[in-house]
């Protein structure tokens, strides 16, 4: 098994330790494989998507951010049917986009938005 390095700020390590002690992994590199697990299996699940398709993509980041879901709105207007932004509580922010299009440009936006570090959760879900 290979050995990588990873660098994370102390709250995100605070929490990684409380996710392991709740979910029972021996300890933090069980939890970060579980986690790069998930990772992967959503990127699977992105990828064979095809033809026309409906989905949910959900975002929640810090309310200074917001110009960022705003691009990804207009920049992917042709498949977002409905925008929806609330305020969360502790100054964040939830973007619910439904989308309608081509699974290319369903993923290319997935993708833009998972990648993006101003995003704290992203998630696609497709029925």
Do not use: Q, W
Not at 1 to 12: C, F, L, Q, R, Y
Not at 49 to 65: N, P, R
Not at 102 to 115: D, M, N, T, Y
């Amino acid at each position: 098994m290979a050995i990588i390095s990873v660098s994370i700020d102390n709250e995100t390590l605070s929490e990684l330790d409380a996710i392991g002690r709740s979910l029972g992994f021996s300890g933090r590199s069980e939890a970060v494989r579980a986690g790069v697990r998930s990772l992967v299996a959503e990127n699977k699940s992105a990828e064979a998507l095809s033809g026309e398709i409906k989905a949910v993509l959900l975002l929640v980041h810090e309310e200074k951010m917001e110009k960022s879901a705003s691009f990804l709105a207009h920049e992917f207007e042709d498949i977002v049917s409905t925008h929806i932004h609330s305020n969360l509580k502790r100054e964040k922010c939830l973007e619910i986009f439904v989308l309608a299009g081509r699974a290319e440009r369903v993923r290319a936006l997935f993708k833009s938005a998972k990648s993006s570090r101003k995003m704290e959760y992203v998630r696609l879900i497709v029925p």
